[in-house]
C-alpha cells in the first residue's frame, strides 16, 4: 500500500521554526533558511538516534525542541548581524562571523552558555521528574490502559 507519513514532514516543518525562533529578530533572511534547513537536518538525525538507543519518544518532541531550539541558540550566536543586533536591541553586538568591535567571540559564547544552562536546567528538572513518576508508578502506562492501545504501532500514515 502506498502511503504517506505525515509525522516527519510536519516535524521538519517545526524544527525549522523552532530553529530559527531564537535569531528571528538578528539574522539576514538567507541565513534564516539555511538555520532552518540545518534544523530539519537535525531533526531527522536527533530522531534516528533516538530509535537507535530504544528511548521512547512517540511525538519526536525531543528532536524538535531540544536538538533544534539548542542548534538555533547556538546559531544565533553565528549569524546575528550587526545591523540586525542594532535595529532590535541597539547594542553593538553581533555573531561570531561578523565583526564589530570584537563582540562576536563574546555573543557566541554567551549563547552557548545560554544553551547549555537551558540543557541543565530542563534536563535536571526533567530527571527528577521521571524518577519521582516512575517511583510512584506513574511513568508507564498500567496494564490494563496499555491493552487499548494493543491494536496501534504508533503510525500516522495516510493512504494515497
Not at 7 to 20: H, R, Y
Not at 27 to 33: E, I, K, L, R, W
Not at 100 to 117: D, M, R, S, T
Amino acid at each position: 500500500d502506498p502511503y504517506l507519513d505525515l509525522a516527519p514532514t510536519n516535524n521538519g516543518i517545526l524544527a525549522g521554526l523552532v530553529s530559527i525562533t531564537a535569531g528571528c529578530a538578528v539574522v539576514d533572511v538567507g541565513y534564516a533558511a539555511f538555520i532552518g534547513v540545518i534544523g530539519g537536518l537535525l531533526c531527522n538525525g536527533f530522531s534516528a538516534l533516538l530509535l537507535k538507543f530504544h528511548i521512547d519518544d512517540v511525538v519526536d518532541a525531543s528532536p524538535v525542541h531540544f536538538a533544534c531550539g539548542t542548534w538555533g541558540t547556538i546559531a544565533a550566536g553565528l549569524f546575528a548581524t550587526p545591523s540586525n543586533v542594532k535595529m532590535s536591541y541597539d547594542t553593538g553586538s553581533c555573531g561570531l562571523f561578523y565583526k564589530c568591535n570584537g563582540n562576536g567571540p563574546k555573543q557566541f559564547a554567551a549563547n552557548l552558555v545560554v544553551a547549555l544552562a537551558v540543557i541543565a536546567w530542563a534536563g535536571g528538572i526533567s530527571i527528577i521528574m521521571f524518577l519521582i513518576l516512575k517511583k510512584v508508578n506513574l511513568l508507564r502506562v498500567n496494564r490494563e490502559n496499555r491493552s487499548c492501545w494493543a491494536g496501534y504501532n504508533g503510525s500516522r500514515r495516510i493512504s494515497v
